[in-house]
């Protein structure tokens, strides 16, 4: 830049950014997480738009003002997909279950919606169960009253029982929340109302920001050998069982820590390191290992690495390709085939699940 821009310049970008252009950020960030369906949370909380006391509050009887973000958040990746902002205390939660349910159903197809007794009605269930083919948890807001004076086909079903494990993964919308008052504060700094919603959105973009970068950045696999099938190289066997997850965060304190690792072990590999130089296995001793290990556990890690494929020269590794490698890779992947073994890639095991 040849100048410094103008102090107002974002205020005047707030101005000039509509709405649809909001939501087309917010919800992106689930479509790049690769997620296939959400399980949506609904929930809302309210950020203050005043900063005066809570004591100065009730001793003066001033009106208690805020501002309400509902948000309809995948909770599997605790990524926020759609947001409705109104002013409080004005109207009842139950009002934007409708478009905020409808509007991340247009981002990717919807498997379960979790949601509080605020979002009672039936309605609600027929809109997720009937319409857009998805399954409803939405607890009844009168448990105490008997079934045959409950009204409603899919709300008599949630008097009769409901998965009380689906349904507290609702929780997450609490954390999420959480998440966003303790980044970014409780309080709403600006002014207008236009401005106090344009603030809020803002504030969803970071916190998505945050979540994707641990989602794809913080998840680590190792395919160190396992048990007794750890091959006698130099590091001696493996401390980790059959597929586990070790984790590896500093501060074990906070529940949304995702510092981890995958260990998926190794159960055979395209080259033997029991001598000082790599020896090149045979394609068929890989393929008998392969398939022992599937029989065992049901998968197996065939471990390779991309200076195996590099001439050798003078016992160092040279910048040109060894076609002889690369033709037994061919002929590696065609005899597991054959088996009508299933072969996939780390880059698509990378994806946490929770």
Not at 9 to 25: G, V
Not at 325 to 343: A, D, G, P, R, Y
Request: proline share 5%.
């Amino acid at each position: 830049m040849s100048r410094i821009p103008h102090f107002t310049t974002l205020q005047k970008f707030t101005d000039r950014i509509n709405n649809s252009l909001f939501e087309k950020i917010i919800s992106s960030f689930i479509v790049i997480s690769g997620t296939k369906h959400i399980f949506v949370g609904i929930d809302s909380t309210g950020f203050k738009v005043t900063h005066a006391s809570q004591y100065y509050i009730e001793r003066t009887g001033s009106r208690r003002k805020y501002a309400k973000l509902s948000i309809g958040a995948d909770v599997l990746q605790q990524i926020i997909c759609t947001i409705k902002i109104r002013r409080a205390p004005t109207r009842h939660d139950n009002i934007d279950f409708m478009p905020i349910i409808t509007r991340t159903s247009n981002i990717l197809p919807l498997s379960v919606v979790t949601a509080d007794k605020g979002y009672d009605s039936e309605e609600n269930h027929v809109l997720v169960r009937e319409r857009l083919k998805a399954y409803s948890i939405i607890p009844p807001g009168n448990m105490h009253a008997p079934i045959c004076r409950t009204h409603g086909r899919y709300r008599k079903q949630m008097k009769r029982g409901y998965s009380k494990l689906l349904y507290n993964q609702r929780n997450k919308d609490e954390t999420i929340m959480s998440v966003i008052k303790r980044l970014f504060g409780e309080y709403v700094t600006s002014r207008l109302v236009k401005t106090q919603n344009r603030e809020l959105s803002f504030r969803c973009i970071p916190y998505n920001m945050h979540r994707l970068t641990n989602l794809i950045i913080l998840v680590m696999l190792s395919t160190e050998p396992a048990g007794d099938y750890a091959y006698h190289i130099k590091f001696g066997p493996s401390q980790y069982p059959l597929f586990s997850v070790d984790d590896v965060s500093k501060d074990n304190s906070s529940k949304d820590n995702i510092n981890q690792v995958i260990h998926i072990p190794r159960d055979t590999g395209f080259e033997s390191f029991d001598a000082p130089q790599p020896i090149l296995l045979p394609t068929g001793k890989i393929l008998n290992d392969t398939i022992s290990h599937i029989q065992k556990v049901g998968y197996s890690v065939i471990v390779m690495h991309p200076t195996s494929f590099l001439k050798m020269q003078n016992g160092k590794n040279t910048k040109t390709v060894d076609e002889n490698e690369i033709n037994h890779l061919k002929t590696l992947i065609e005899s597991v085939k054959s088996k009508n073994i299933h072969i996939t890639s780390f880059s698509n095991l990378a994806i946490p699940v929770r």
